[in-house]
């Protein structure tokens, strides 16, 4: 069993910044993606950035493009999101996620709220 664990969430005025971290468990882990989405009350999940494990590829939605980087440690095991500029629309419940082998997002953690106010 897989287990994500997100910490870092919070309220920050805008502007400000925010790290979250996800932390992977489980004894045969070796997901090769794992990105960060986030969800507002009547929307739809949106994905907000991913790195892949084997060439250390990554993508950004266009709204954070500039200001969010998303890393992996040396062990693939968790993986950050440093958030820069942040602005009251990037307000939301932010989800780590990781790849099985078939590919898809089928692993997820619980989420961490991220507020920022204006």
């Known amino acids: 069993q897989v287990q994500l664990v997100e910490s870092g969430g919070g309220l920050v005025q805008a502007g400000g910044s925010l790290r979250l971290s996800c932390l992977a468990s489980?004894?045969?882990?070796?997901?090769?993606?794992m990105g960060w989405f986030r969800q507002t009350p009547g929307k739809e999940r949106e994905v907000v950035a991913w790195i892949t494990r084997s060439a250390g590829s990554t993508y950004y939605a266009d709204s954070v493009k500039g200001r969010f980087t998303i890393s992996r440690d040396n062990a693939k095991t968790t993986v950050s999101l440093q958030m820069h500029s942040l602005q009251p629309e990037d307000t939301a419940v932010y989800y780590c996620a990781a790849t099985s082998s078939s590919g898809a997002f089928d692993y997820w953690g619980q989420g961490t709220q991220v507020t920022v106010s204006s």
């Open positions: 489980g004894r045969t882990f070796r997901s090769d993606t």
